[in-house]
Structures are given as structure tokens and as C-alpha cells.
């Protein structure tokens, strides 16, 4: 068992003002408390939140509820209900061990605490937001991760060649969130999207993103400011972006920091059972930093997706590593009357990691189409009145694998 130097014999070395420090540098550190909402500190294990699950219905009163009168019923005021479910915080336990030489401490000139201070922040950092994007090592009270939370809730949008489709466009990122019934306030994001995002172009190879290459850019999407976290734990294989509704992601802390200083003992890898430092053989110490934290995601129901069952506040924008299987358009064989329309959807399946459903409709005949037949990027073919061709092609193809089509004949009739 290693021995321990207990506080008291460490008063000079460990000043409270210090924790309070680092527990507000570790949020600072931490990429997702910082656009998180922080509650008030916790006061047991386990905080309860009552979240709204079923919504009031208002109605319209007809007339006067008199006695007697043929409508009196209808007059009469009626009753609703509301309901709460209840989710909890759980607050686990963050530790990090910082090893330091004895050399080190035996310099009253050196400033220990400005060397530990940002390696302690940094640590708690990295582990806290590794755990609650991916679920990376998390406790198994707390919840499942963002990421894998909203590919449950279908919020994942892999990315194809036209970012900014896959951004802003109708079924894209920022949609996503937004039709959950939530308003995304931020964005949290790989560093490799800032390159993505400056080399935007239009069709005609206009910068759309960046207009100069002498200004700072500010990166922001539809007004919401974007962050990208440095700390090592954001992971651009699972997540090019995370777009969301940051107040729905509350969190608390259980208790302040506590500290435990060991002589001796081993320090070893948690992954490999490595042995990384013997404290005795290499003349150090290690300092053992402790805190507690909990979050949840609410996700209360609003007007808007009360008929929702995977309402999310959150989506994520992912480099398509998934494979393309088939591409299915319906109707396959309708009958379009000219100078009217018909409504096409395309199915898209793959298998593996995230894969792109987006694709690109066209529409052709045995000859020129008319000017007025065409077809929306949404999939809705308009034929011209004065369209010459008695059958019409129209294709999807998908934008991540332009080899996977599929196709649907239209018999156009009308003289």
C-alpha cells in the first residue's frame, strides 16, 4: 500500500484558492462545458431534473355557458393535463495523477502549481468531453454520448463533395436539429473544418466562406458562432461538426477538488497495465486530483415535436465512411399529365459507418427536354405543357457514390 502525505503536512503546497482554480480551468479546458449550461452544485450523488412530457392543450369557448341554452356544453370551460418525467444527474468520479520529480519540490524558487495547474486542467478536460461527445470510457450511469445519440435519433449527416448543402441545405445538419424543434445556437467542430469551410466556392469558383486571404475569418454558420477544440479529445473520424442547441446540455459538480499526494507505488498505463513510473526508483511523487461531475441532456418536449419520438437537440455532421448499397426511386413507373407534376423519393441504404442519403435528381427523354421540364434538387418533376417526348427517365444518383443509380420511367400523356 503507498504511503500518503495527508493535507495537513501539505498546507504550504496545496492552497485552497488553487482548487477553485482548477475546477474553473477544467471547464474552461473542457470544449463542451464551456457551451454547456452549469447548474448548481450538486448536493448528493444524484440530482433529479422534472422535464416536461406531455403539453397543455388550450381551447376556444363558444358562446356562454347558460343554463338551458342548446350550446351550453359547448360553452363550457375544459381541462387539460400536463405531465413531467424525471431524469437524473449522476456525479461520477474524475481523478487524474500528475507525477512530479522530487527535484522539482525541492526548488523553493520553482513554481509548482503554475506547472501542475494547466496539466491538471488540460487532463480533466479531455476526459470529461471525450465521455460525453463519444461516450469514450464513460461511467456506465451516465448516459450514451452525443454522437451516438443522435445516430439513435437519426441526426447524423455524412458528408458528400458540396459542403455547403450538407450544412445549410434543406435536409442538412442545421435542419436536422431544427426539426426536432429546437434552434441550434452553436457549433462545435474538427480543426480540419476551418480548410474545408475557406476553400467553399461557387459555380463560378467565387470563395464563399472567405472573400480575402489578409482579414481574419470568423468562423460562423447561419450566425451561430463555431468552436474547435485543441485538447485531444474531439475526434474527426466520428464527427466533422456537432450542431445543437448547447442549453440542452446541462451539467453540475458534485464536490470541490481534493488532493492526495503519494511517495511511492507505481503509476501504470490504464490502457496497456504498463508500469509507467515506480515513484520510489524514479525519485518522484504523484499528486492524485479528484472531482465529481454529472450532465444529461433534458430534452423536454415542445409544441413543436410533441409527436416526435426521436426529437434531438443535437446533430452531427460525419465523414462518410459507410458504403453506398442501392439507390431506389418510387414511383417507379407513373404517368405525368402534361403541364403538371409528380413527386419522386429516393431510398438510399449502405452498410458500415455513416453514409450519405443525399442525392442528385435529372431528368431526360429520348430527345431535348422542354425548356419547363425539370426536375427540383428536392425531387419534384415539372413537364411542360408543350413537352414533345411521350417518356421521360429520371435518375437519382448518389452524391457519395456517383456508380449508385437508380431510375423511373414516366409515361407523359396529355395532347
Known sequence: MADIIDRSRLSGLIPEPVTREIIQGAVTESAVLRMARRLP????????????????????????????????????????????????????????????????????????????????QEAFGKVIDAAILYGTDKPTSWRAGLVPSAETAGTVVAATGDIFSDIMAEDGVIAKVEEGGYIPNGVMAAIQMRAKLRGLVDKNG???????MQG??????????????????????????IVGD????????????????FDSGVVQDPTTGDILYNLMQNDMVALRAVMRLGWEVPNPINAYNADLDNAFPFAVYAAATGTISAVDVTPATPTVEKGSGQQFAASVTGTGGPYSTAVT???????AVAGGTQISAAGYLAVDAAETNTSLTVTAKSKQDSSKTDTATVTVSGG
Open 246 to 261: 448547447w442549453s440542452q446540455l446541462v451539467y453540475a459538480i458534485r464536490q470541490d477538488m481534493t488532493f492526495k499526494i
Open 361 to 367: 435528381w435529372s431528368v431526360s427523354g429520348s430527345s
Open 216 to 241: 481574419d475569418t470568423r468562423y460562423a454558420l447561419d450566425g451561430m458562432s463555431m468552436y474547435f477544440p485543441v485538447n485531444g479529445a474531439y475526434d474527426p473520424e466520428k464527427s466533422l461538426a
Open 41 to 120: 452544485n450538486m448536493t448528493s450523488k444524484t440530482q433529479t431534473l422534472n422535464v416536461l412530457d406531455a403539453l397543455p392543450t388550450a381551447y376556444f369557448v363558444n358562446g356562454e355557458a347558460t343554463t338551458g341554452a342548446p350550446d351550453s356544453k359547448a360553452s363550457l370551460k375544459k381541462t387539460t393535463n400536463m405531465a413531467w418525467d424525471k431524469k437524473k444527474i449522476y456525479a461520477e468520479e474524475i481523478a487524474v495523477i500528475v507525477p512530479i520529480p522530487e527535484a522539482v519540490l525541492d526548488d523553493s524558487d520553482y513554481d509548482i502549481w503554475g506547472e501542475v495547474r494547466p496539466r491538471l
Open 206 to 212: 467565387q470563395p464563399i466562406f472567405k472573400t480575402d
